[in-house]
T-cell receptor, first 110, second 116 residues
Framework: GEDVEQSLFLSVREGDSSVINCTYT??????LYWYKQEPGAGLQLLTY?????DMKQDQRLTVLLNKKDKHLSLRIADTQTGDSAIYFC??????????FGKGTRLSVIA | GAVVSQHPSRVICKSGTSVKIECRSL??????MFWYRQFPKQSLMLMAT?????????EQGVEKDKFLINHASLTLSTLTVTSAHPEDSSFYIC????????????FGSGTQLSVL
């Protein structure tokens, strides 16, 4: 199957950490991504991880991958109001188009 | 990162007219581009895969004659919505594989199409 599941909404206070979760069903996923979409805009690639990795950190972003449970998470440290957006997880086997989740709307409360 | 430019960002047209959307890779060559459609508050739905110099591959349920895709060069793919109807109103986004590998996919800024 190609399903990618995400919770639809997340609300956090400014300065706290945000954790956005994603589960997928297809074990052939090789590359897993996190994209950010601001209102009326296209998608911005935030970070990605190869399936042979468990964790990747890039400044305020930390991606964790649990292949056994097919679970991917994105942690945003010190969340700011500018982080308010929709976050999509997605995967590809490498030669296939991306399969997206429905997106998690992150709201940051000042 | 690689830049994908999409134009126009917003278009309003009358029913029955055709609209062309352009997707350009500005600083790299893209042999493969993808066209997605996004309904309000929903995820992206892949419409078709556009390959330079050959016919596009359409996903099931997407009308080839309705959504014409042309990928005539390594930096340009176009999507033409023919005889547009109000139900075609949507946000259309193109993407291209980045240079040097398949692991990065870069997106255009999207086109909001409103058909009156």
């Amino acid at each position: 199957g190609e399903d990618v599941e995400q919770s639809l909404f997340l609300s956090v206070r400014e300065g706290d950490s945000s954790v956005i979760n994603c589960t997928y069903t297809d074990s052939s996923s090789t590359y897993l991504y996190w994209y950010k979409q601001e209102p009326g805009a296209g998608l911005q690639l935030l970070t990605y991880i190869f399936s042979n990795m468990d964790m990747k950190q890039d400044q305020r972003l930390t991606v964790l991958l649990n292949k056994k449970d097919k679970h991917l998470s994105l942690r945003i440290a010190d969340t700011q109001t500018g982080d308010s957006a929709i976050y999509f997880c997605a995967w590809t086997s490498g030669n296939t188009p991306l399969v997206f989740g429905k997106g998690t709307r992150l709201s940051v409360i000042a | 990162g690689a830049v994908v430019s999409q134009h126009p960002s917003r278009v309003i047209c009358k029913s029955g007219t055709s609209v062309k959307i352009e997707c350009r890779s500005l600083d790299f060559q893209a042999t493969t581009m993808f066209w997605y459609r996004q309904f309000p508050k929903q995820s992206l739905m892949l419409m078709a895969t556009s390959n330079e110099g050959s016919k596009a591959t359409y996903e099931q349920g997407v009308e080839k004659d309705k959504f014409l895709i042309n990928h005539a060069s390594l930096t340009l793919s176009t999507l033409t919505v023919t005889s547009a109807h109000p139900e075609d109103s949507s946000f259309y986004i193109c993407s291209a594989r980045g240079p040097g590998g398949t692991e990065k996919l870069f997106f255009g800024s999207g086109t909001q199409l409103s058909v009156l």
